[in-house]
């Protein structure tokens, strides 16, 4: 779809222009694919590829992928490595691995080896530069002023910073970005934040999508794009009435054909057993908001030290998600994770489509 839809402003950010405000976010680890960022732009919406934890080699097979389904645009997001901080100078980490022990050997895996991961960025925004995505997004961090710029002049295309705060959004504007992702606490997956402090239980400041939204649009010149806890058109229409441009969902996308979900996340998603989300550091030593499943409940204490943490639980998730266990496997989740339905991608498009307009 590329013509207008009658009632809908078109999603604008600098030279990038699609008929839907309706944004599929990058859910790094499996959910997004290039089927799924293909689909939803197909639809008229603009899909996004994660590259958190991919080599360089890696995304280039996945960016070729959606440029051979699909001609219109799409996203590329990227994770900042931050800080390397491997020395555990205070036990936590091991004291983790060694909690998890037993669990691990129910599987028949040992825990990983914790470690820093460099996500390699230079190297991805050259792989970048010879594919055509039409929007580059950062996340956990600032990627200052250097990276946005080479972004601009190499790839040609505009810059979005995933934000928690309206003090993180100035300061991201302030390094060129061309648009900020606003992420409340409603979000599924791992926050946004800049710094995941270890003394707040949520990591950071626990702020609505809505009334994020009211802050940034207050304190910023560019398009402000919501995310966190939207499911239907009629919500991502009252967040274009505060002042965004569109809105991004990734929760609402994880039963989706096209989505690359593994199938014990997707029973739990539209069977239970669970009844709610907690925010917790259990599978990756950064907050990040999950199902309430028995893995989170026994490791509310995990320490903050991603991604250290998130290599020392892969044996055991990639384990459990084998075997079908859902209670031992990071179910990412939205605190809207309830209205989450199983189906064509074009489907869930058409039906946000018809709620946007309805109440246009």
Known sequence: MSEPVDGVDPMQIGSLQVPLPILCAPMAGGPSTPALVAAVGEAGGLGWLPAGYLTPEALEDLVTDVEERSARPYGVNLFLSGTESGDDTDGAVQAYVEELAGEAARYGVAPGEPRFTDERVAEK??????????????????????????????????????????????TAVASGADAVVVQGIEAGGHRGLW??????????????????????VGSVGVPVIAAGGITDGATIGSLVELGAVGAQLGTAFLCCDEAGTAAPYRRALLEGPYVDTVVTRAFSGRSARSLRNGFTERHSGAPARYPHVHHVTKPIRSAATA????????????????????????????????????GS
């Not at 200052?144 to 959004?169: D, F, I, K, W, Y």
């Not at 605190?335 to 489907?347: E, F, H, L, Q």
């Open 125 to 170: 925004l050259d792989v970048l530069a010879r594919h055509r995505p039409a929007i580059i997004s950062f996340t956990f961090g600032d990627p200052g002023a250097a990276v946005v710029s080479r972004v601009h002049n190499e790839l040609g295309v505009p810059v979005a910073v995933t934000v928690t705060s309206a003090t993180e959004a100035v």
């Open 195 to 216: 710094f995941d402090d270890p003394s707040e239980p949520e990591g950071g400041p626990r702020t609505s999508t809505a009334d994020l939204v009211r802050a940034v």
């Open 323 to 358: 075997a079908g266990e859902a209670d031992d496997i990071n179910l990412w989740a939205g605190t809207s994770w309830r209205s989450v339905t199983a189906g064509p991608a074009a489907d869930l498009m058409a039906r946000l489509t018809a709620e946007l307009t309805a």
